[in-house]
């Protein structure tokens, strides 16, 4: 049973920074693109960051250069590090799999986690 825990959010004030992190378990991760989304409420859910396989990496425009994508396929983990937050980034964070390669697209991914929720203050 694939299972992927999300972990690591919270409230910060605007300008702060956060790691979210993603545990995998029930997969051959190694071989699995690792995605985040988030929704904000009465939003759709959109494509925040994508890892594929082979670690190449790809970012919505509105988090280039404030967040960072890396996993850690030895301990099953993929992580999102987001700095010089803004209230316009509180969402639920969601990660995501789907096999090797990433694209913008959630309906593609096969697994989910159950979110982690956070929240910028001005």
């Known amino acids: 049973q694939v299972q992927l825990v999300e972990s690591g959010g919270g409230s910060v004030q605007a300008g702060g920074s956060l790691k979210l992190s993603c545990a995998a378990s029930?997969?051959?991760?190694?071989?699995?693109?690792m995605g985040w989304f988030r929704q904000a409420p009465g939003k759709e859910r959109e494509f925040v960051a994508g890892?594929?396989?082979?670690?190449?990496?790809y970012y919505a425009d509105s988090v280039k250069g404030r967040f960072t994508i890396s996993r850690d396929n030895a301990e099953n983990t993929v992580f999102l590090q987001m700095n010089s937050l803004k209230p316009e980034d509180t969402a639920v964070y969601y990660c995501?799999?789907?096999?090797?390669?990433?694209?913008?697209?959630?309906?593609?991914?096969?697994?989910w986690g159950q979110g982690t929720q956070v929240t910028v203050s001005f």
């Open positions: 029930g997969l051959s991760f190694s071989r699995y693109g």
């Open positions: 890892i594929s396989w082979v670690d190449s990496k």
């Open positions: 995501a799999a789907r096999p090797k390669y990433v694209n913008m697209r959630g309906s593609d991914y096969d697994y």
